[in-house]
Structure formats: C-alpha cells, structure tokens
C-alpha cells in the first residue's frame, strides 16, 4: 500500500523560511514523481512543485520560483520542499502526492494517483 506522510507545516513570519517533507512508502516501482500541492481556505489546490525520482527533473509554479526548492533523498524515500521567503499568500495546507509519469513530471492534480494527509504552513504578515 502506497503511503504518503507530510510533515514540517508551522507558523513563521513574512520572510522565513521552511523545509516541508514527504516520507514516501509502499511504492512497488522507482519511477514514479512526488508533487507537492497547497490548498488555501477558499481556494482551489494548485500544484507547487514537484520532482522526477527516477531522473531528478523538476517543475515549479510561477508563483514560487526562485524561492521554493525541491529536492529527493532516494536513499531515504523522501521528498523535501524548501521553502524560503515565504509570503502570506503562501499559507495553506500543502500535501505531498504521487502518480507515475511519462517524462518531466508535471503539477496538473488530475495527474496523481496517492495523496497524504497535508500539513498546515501559516505565513504571518
């Protein structure tokens, strides 16, 4: 059974910074992607970043290029999201998923088969 498990969410102020993770699990293959997803009261879940395990590629939202960073520990099936200048429309919930892809990753919802449970990141002004 695929398992996914988001962790690090917290309160920090305009500015700061977080490191999100996704402990993966269960997977009976190596080429699947691990997206990261976020979901603020009121709104839609848009896709944030997410990252190849079999060959590293990556894909980012506008939104948080050049501030968000994306990386994977195969060795320890995680996942990490680091999130740095974090602004207040950055809050929301943020869940980890997974699907298998053909080539680059990408961060469309419909694409992704297993989701976690989200974790909460509140980004104060």
């Known amino acids: 059974e695929v398992q996914l498990q988001a962790s690090g969410g917290g309160l920090v102020q305009d500015g700061g910074s977080l490191r999100l993770s996704c402990a993966a699990s269960g997977f009976a293959w190596d080429d699947y992607a691990i997206g990261w997803f976020r979901q603020a009261p009121g709104k839609e879940r848009e896709g944030v970043s997410c990252?190849?395990?079999?060959?590293?590629?990556?894909r980012y939202a506008d939104s948080v290029k050049g501030r968000f960073t994306i990386s994977s520990d195969n060795a320890k099936n995680v996942v990490y999201l680091q999130m740095n200048s974090l602004k207040p429309e950055d809050t929301g919930t943020y869940y980890c998923a997974s699907y298998r892809p053909y080539g680059t990753p990408g961060l469309r919802d419909g694409l992704y088969d297993y989701w976690g449970r989200g974790t909460l990141v509140t980004v104060s002004s």
């Open positions: 990252i190849s395990r079999s060959d590293g590629s990556t």
